[in-house]
């Protein structure tokens, strides 16, 4: 159980563009998913918490008008980079949490974003 | 916020018992302990997490000190596709799940 799934998994896109990413939690309900980001030998890096039915909220130095997150249900949460530049280029990783005293966090697969 | 501390890197010999250290002296009471892993290009796989009790599940153990201040994961029977990169976490309280990773252990078990 707790499988976080995301899509796409890769992603290559000219400098301008905007790219959708889409991050489901198949097996249970969501309130709550996280966007990180990864650059290459670095550590995973907390961008936004994204709760269902309101606003997300941005870690510090985060452009929220850059980095849209939409989260309309319990199982869905969208990132959408817009402009994208090729300094966006990384690692796009979601996690949805599942609730309860432990409060575990389930990580997606990852997608690697690409712009020329 | 809790941190922790963890070597940068460990070997292990596949079949061997890899034990990873991980400080964390100013945990609070009511912080869990979780340990993630990361297989290159993945995305973090949840391992154990824990608060006071020593844990066990079918990936591996987790052995808290009595004084909470640092803990070791146990993985009994090493294999090769064991190595990756764990991260020790404590996550503060009242953050809504919020998770700040560290830089993490990384473990290369050897034939």
């Known amino acids: 159980g707790a499988v976080v799934s995301q899509h796409p998994s890769r992603v290559i896109c000219k400098s301008g563009t905007s790219v959708k990413i889409e991050c489901r939690s198949l097996d249970f309900q969501a309130t709550t998913m996280f966007w990180y980001r990864q650059f290459p030998k670095q550590s995973l890096m907390l961008m936004a918490t994204s709760n269902e039915g309101s606003k997300a909220t941005y870690e510090q130095g985060v452009e929220k008008d850059k980095f849209l997150i939409n989260h309309a249900s319990l199982t869905l949460s969208t990132l959408t980079v817009t402009s994208a530049h090729p300094e966006d280029s990384s690692f796009y990783i979601c996690?949805?949490?599942?609730?309860?005293?432990?409060?575990?966090?389930?990580f997606g697969p990852g997608t690697r974003l690409t712009v020329l | 916020d809790a941190k922790t501390t963890q070597p940068p890197s460990m070997d292990c010999a596949e079949g061997r018992a890899a034990n990873l250290p991980c400080n964390h002296s100013?945990?609070?009471?009511?912080?869990?302990v979780y340990w993630y892993r990361q297989i290159h290009s993945q995305g973090p796989q949840y391992i154990i997490h824990?608060?006071?009790n020593n844990e066990t599940n079918e990936m591996a153990s987790l052995i808290i000190t009595e004084d909470r201040k640092s803990s070791t994961l146990i993985l009994p029977h090493a294999t090769l596709r064991d190595t990756a990169v764990y991260y020790c976490i404590v996550r503060p309280a009242g953050s809504y799940g919020k998770l700040t990773f560290g830089q993490g252990t990384i473990l290369t078990v050897h034939p």
């Open positions: 996690s949805a949490r599942l609730g309860g005293s432990a409060d575990t966090q389930y």
């Open positions: 824990g608060l006071k």
């Open positions: 100013t945990i609070s009471g009511n912080e869990y």
